[in-house]
């Protein structure tokens, strides 16, 4: 049968295992013969179907699926009965709660008295035998499953990584996989240098502290040598280089939510999304006083999910025509020139965003900073000089160096010509009655 896709039509058929469960195998072309483009997808029902953060297996469904099509012949070989690798939906639930009690998805296993990994594949060798494949170019992170193939009778002549970008909620488990488990780089190119592919992000983030009462938040901008993130007419595109914005990518990759003040929605229209490397495109966050984020805005597409941050000072019927096109809408109390920022930020916790990455304006950047509600700056400079022009961070109060903020934890990166600079806010002494 043919099964239409986000990635173009595939030929879908099911076999029949020996092992009592039912695979699939989804392919693209005549995938008999030599060389055939291959991925072999272990089961993930929490991963694949309901977008899971806490691995990367949905990220590497789609990433398998968009390869074959754009070679135009392949084979993805989707295999039930694999689930949490081997141990059954109700076992990895109960992993689930071993890793959040501080155990790592290998010893979560062990502390229930289950395989590591309890995955056999030769019923997908099987498969791929009777669609006549003999070797296969095969996509993975992991050697064993080019091994167990191999002993089953299929040449694994060549073997492509399937890296996809870190989450905070995934990184341990991406970690362990690859040095507990021998998983080849499955969380992509590390920093500090950073030359092609994907991006592994985290470096940046630092020590993602959890919080009660607030998401941790990352401040993210790029500004030229001159400290400009945008020339006096309002224009930004682009201050940095297609490297340093792969990188951005992959920071909100790592991140719950993105967050945005609505002049940079009206002025620039991002999409915030993480179109230049294989991750999740995060909650997107507009704060919007009074709700001007034009209906046509490409931060409210259907990309990922939005919420937009406003008052009671907004239109009733702008709030319902949001919501009814599937716009989360939170209002809160106004704040000095704005929402208030805490209550915006606890809104957020609310929603699940854990993480926060804030990428602009100046005045949201300024705010944020001037509220002390931020815990991770990240500063991409680029070898570029405008002059006259917007700054990042604008009157914070400051009369004296020593009432400055101060940063500590530097650690610095290279993204092509640009240099990203990170650091940590030192939070201040309380001040002397």
Known sequence: ????????????????????????????????????????????LTGDTLGSLRCDCGVQLRAALGAIAAAGRGVLVYV???????????????????????????????????????REYADAAGVLQALGVRSVELMTNNPAKGAALAAAGIEVRAVRSLAT????????????????????QPRGVPLPALVDGTPDAMALLGHVGPRSDRPYVVLKYAQTLDGRIATATGDSKWISGTEERTLSHALRAACDGVL??????????????????????????????????????????PDAATVVLTTDAAPPDRREELQAAGV???????????????????????????????????RVLTSLLA??????????VSPTIIGSGTEAVGQLGTRRIAEGLRLANRSVHLAGDDVLLAWDLVEREPSDP
């Open 328 to 362: 989360a809408v939170r209002v809160v109390p106004p704040g000095p020139g704005g929402v208030d920022l805490g209550p915006a930020l606890a809104a957020l916790g609310e929603f699940g965003v854990r993480t926060l990455l804030v990428e602009g304006g100046s």
């Open 260 to 301: 945005v003040g609505v002049g940079t929605v009206l002025q620039d229209d991002p999409q915030l999304t993480v179109r230049m490397v294989r991750g999740t495109s995060p909650v997107r966050a507009v704060l919007d006083t009074t709700l001007r984020t034009p209906s046509t805005a490409k931060v409210l597409g």
């Open 371 to 380: 509220a002390g509600f931020v815990d991770r700056l990240v500063v991409s």
């Open 1 to 44: 049968m043919v099964l239409p896709t986000p990635f173009g039509e595939f030929d879908v058929r099911a076999f029949e295992c020996t092992s009592g469960y039912v695979y699939l195998a989804v392919s693209r072309g005549r995938p008999a013969g030599d060389d055939v483009l291959t991925r072999v997808h272990s089961e993930c």
């Open 80 to 118: 039930t009965g694999h689930e949490g690798r081997g141990i059954g939906i109700v076992n990895k639930l109960r992993a689930y709660i071993e890793q959040d009690g501080g155990a790592d998805t290998l010893d979560a296993n062990v502390r229930l008295g289950l395989a590591v990994d309890a």
């Open 165 to 184: 970008a870190s989450h905070v909620r995934n990184a341990t488990y991406l970690r362990t996989k690859q040095e507990r488990m021998g998983h080849v």
